[in-house]
C-alpha cells in the first residue's frame, strides 16, 4: 500500500510539475520580454530605477499581508476540512480571511499612497535627485492598487492548489506579464516608463484576479459576504502568517535590499542588478518553483496524514533534483556577455549596460541553487503549518548578511551587492535545511549534502574548462561582439557543455544527471534506456 501510495504521489507530482513548469517557463519568457521592452525603453538608466523603486512600497505591503505565502499558509487549514469532509466549513473560513484581510489591506493602500513621498526617502535613500524621486512616487500610486488584487488571486489561486486544479493559476503569470508588456509599448511613446506602471495594474486584474475568480468558481468557490473576527481559524491564520510578516524571506529581503544598497550606486546600477537578478530567477524558476508549487499540496496532506517519513522522502527527492540547477548556473555564467548582449542591447540599452549587467549576473548566479533550494525547503515547514521556525531562522540568517552588503558595496560596488545576495541566500538555506533535518530526524539528508558536493565539484571543474574553451573559440569566431557571433558562441559551448556533464555524471555515477542525459538520448533515438541501477521495464 506504501508503495502504491508512493508511486501515486510522484506521478501526481510529475503531472502537476509539469504543467507549472510549462507555465512558468513561458512566463518566464514573457518576463523576458518584458524585460527586453523595459530595456529597450529605458536603458539602465533614471527613469528605470525611479520605476524599480516605486516597487519597494507595494512589495512591503504585500509581504505585510502576507499575499506571496497565502498558497503555503491557507492550504494546510483549507484541506483539513477538505480531509475531514467539511467542505462548506472551509469555504466558511475561506469567505472570513478574504474578507478580513482583504479591508485591512485596503486601509493600508490608502495611508500609503498619502505617504509614499516620505517613505520612498525612507526605503531609497541613496536618492538625490529630485526629479527621479518624483517619479517613482507617481508609479508607486499607480501601483499600489494591485496589492489588492494580488491578496484576493492569492486566496482564490490558493483553493484551487488545495482541490488539485493548477490550469488557472499557471495563467496568471503569463497574463500579468503581458499587461505590463502591452501597457508600455501602447503608452510608452507617450507615457515613458509610467506606461509600465499601468501595465501592472491591469495586468493584476486580468491575471491575478478575473481569471482566478473564474478558476475557484469553477473549482466549487461558495463566497460569501462575512466578516467575523473571532473565527478560531481566522486567529489560526494570523499565527500561522503573523511570523511571515516580522520574518525576513529570502526573496522579500533581497528585494528591498537591491534597491536600499542599490540606491547608492551610481544611476542605473538598480536597473543593472534587476536585470541580472530577473535572469538568474529564470534559472531557479523553471526548476525551483515548479517543483515547490506542485509538490506543496501533496506535502500539506501528507502532513494532514502524520506520514512524516514519506515527507522527509518526498522533501529529499525534490531537492536532489534541484542539484542540476549548479551545472546549469556555471554555464550561463561563462555565457554571461553574450547572454546579456543578445537579450538586451538595443534602444536605450548599450554596451556599457551588457558589461555592468553581466558583471553582477555572474556574482548572482553563484547562488541561484540557494534560491532554487529554499522553495522547496521552506515547503516543509509549511505543510506542518509551522511557520515560526523559518521566520526566525531566516531573519537571523537575513540579519547576519547585512555586512555582506554594507562590505560587498564599499569595496565592489555592484559586484559587491551581487556576491552579497548570493551569499544570504547559501547562508539562509543551509541554516533552514539543517534545522528541519534535526526536527524531523531526516536521515536523508546526508545523501543530499553529498550530492550537492560533488556537484559543485563538477560544476567548477567544467567552468574552467568552458571558459578556457570559449576563450579559444573566439579565435575562430570573425566578431564575436555580433549578434551572429555571440549566438555560434553559445551554441558550441552549450554543446560542449552538456558533453562535458554527461560524461561527468558517468564517471563520478551522479544519478540525476545520468538521467537526464539519457532523457536526452531517449527522445532522439526513440529508444527506452534505463540509467545503471534501475531495473529496465
Avoid at 525611479?50 to 504585500?62: K, S
Avoid at 499581508?65 to 472551509?90: H, M, N, Q
Avoid at 552588503?405 to 569595496?411: N, P, S, T, V
Avoid at 534535526?438 to 567552468?463: D, F, P, Q
Wanted: proline share 3%; aromatic share 12%.
Amino acid at each position: 500500500m506504501a508503495g502504491n501510495l508512493s508511486g501515486s504521489i510522484y506521478k501526481k507530482i510529475g503531472i502537476a510539475s509539469l504543467i507549472m513548469m510549462a507555465s512558468i517557463f513561458l512566463s518566464r519568457l514573457t518576463g523576458l520580454a518584458r524585460e527586453m521592452v523595459i530595456a529597450y525603453i529605458g536603458g539602465a538608466g533614471a527613469d528605470v530605477d525611479a520605476y524599480q523603486i516605486a516597487f519597494v512600497i507595494p512589495e512591503i505591503l504585500n509581504h505585510v499581508v502576507a499575499s506571496g505565502f497565502l498558497s503555503v499558509t491557507f492550504i494546510p487549514i483549507f484541506t483539513a476540512y477538505l480531509v475531514r469532509d467539511k467542505e462548506d466549513d472551509g469555504w466558511a473560513v475561506f469567505s472570513t480571511v478574504l474578507n478580513s484581510v482583504g479591508i485591512i489591506l485596503g486601509v493600508m493602500i490608502l495611508a500609503a499612497f498619502m505617504l509614499a513621498p516620505r517613505l520612498i526617502q525612507v526605503l531609497a535613500p541613496g536618492v538625490q535627485n529630485p526629479e527621479l524621486a518624483a517619479r517613482a512616487v507617481r508609479m508607486t500610486r499607480i501601483i499600489l492598487p494591485a496589492q489588492l488584487l494580488f491578496f484576493a488571486g492569492g486566496m482564490l489561486m490558493a483553493v484551487q492548489f488545495a482541490r488539485e486544479r493548477f490550469f488557472f493559476p499557471a495563467l496568471a503569470p503569463l497574463v500579468y506579464n503581458l499587461g505590463i508588456i502591452s501597457g508600455g509599448l501602447i503608452l510608452g511613446p507617450w507615457l515613458g516608463m509610467e506606461a509600465f506602471s499601468w501595465g501592472v495594474l491591469c495586468g493584476a486584474f486580468v491575471g491575478n484576479f478575473l481569471l482566478q475568480y473564474w478558476g475557484a468558481r469553477k473549482a466549487g468557490m461558495k463566497w460569501r459576504m462575512r466578516v467575523n473576527l473571532k473565527h478560531p481559524d481566522l486567529k489560526k491564520y494570523i499565527c500561522l502568517t503573523l511570523p511571515l510578516i516580522i520574518g525576513l524571506t529570502m526573496t522579500f529581503s533581497t528585494e528591498i535590499f537591491l534597491k536600499y544598497f542599490g540606491s547608492f550606486l551610481p544611476e542605473g546600477g538598480i536597473s543593472a542588478l534587476n536585470y541580472a537578478f530577473r535572469m538568474m530567477l529564470m534559472l531557479v524558476g523553471l526548476f525551483g518553483q515548479a517543483v515547490g508549487v506542485a509538490s506543496f499540496p501533496f506535502l500539506a496532506r501528507l502532513a494532514a496524514e502524520k506520514n512524516f517519513e514519506q515527507m522527509n522522502r518526498l522533501l529529499d527527492h525534490s531537492l536532489r533534483y534541484l542539484s542540476l540547477v549548479i551545472p546549469l548556473s556555471v554555464l550561463l555564467m561563462v555565457l554571461r556577455h553574450e547572454v546579456v548582449m543578445i537579450i538586451f542591447q538595443r534602444g536605450r540599452f548599450d554596451a556599457a549596460a551588457t558589461e555592468l549587467t553581466a558583471r553582477a549576473l555572474l556574482f548572482l548566479l553563484v547562488g541561484s541553487f540557494g534560491f532554487a533550494a529554499q522553495t522547496i525547503v521552506v515547503r516543509g515547514y509549511y505543510a506542518i503549518q509551522n511557520t515560526l521556525l523559518p521566520a526566525i531562522f531566516g531573519t537571523l540568517a537575513v540579519v547576519m548578511s547585512l555586512p555582506l552588503y554594507w562590505y560587498g558595496l564599499r569595496i565592489a560596488g555592484i559586484s559587491g551587492v551581487a556576491l552579497a545576495v548570493t551569499l544570504s541566500a547559501v547562508l539562509q538555506v543551509l541554516v533552514l535545511y539543517g534545522v528541519w533535518n534535526k526536527k524531523s530526524h531526516n536521515r536523508g539528508s546526508r545523501s543530499v549534502y553529498a550530492l550537492y558536493g560533488r556537484m559543485l565539484l563538477i560544476s567548477a571543474g567544467i567552468g574552467f574548462m568552458l571558459e578556457a574553451f570559449k576563450t579559444i573559440l573566439y579565435r575562430h569566431v570573425s566578431d564575436g561582439s555580433t549578434i551572429t557571433g555571440s549566438l555560434i558562441v553559445i551554441a558550441v559551448v552549450t554543446a560542449a557543455f552538456f558533453v562535458m556533464l554527461a560524461v561527468a555524471g558517468y564517471l563520478f555515477r551522479v544519478a540525476e544527471v545520468e538521467a537526464m542525459a539519457l532523457k536526452l538520448v531517449n527522445r532522439m533515438t526513440g529508444r527506452r534506456t534505463e540509467v545503471r541501477g534501475q531495473k529496465n521495464k
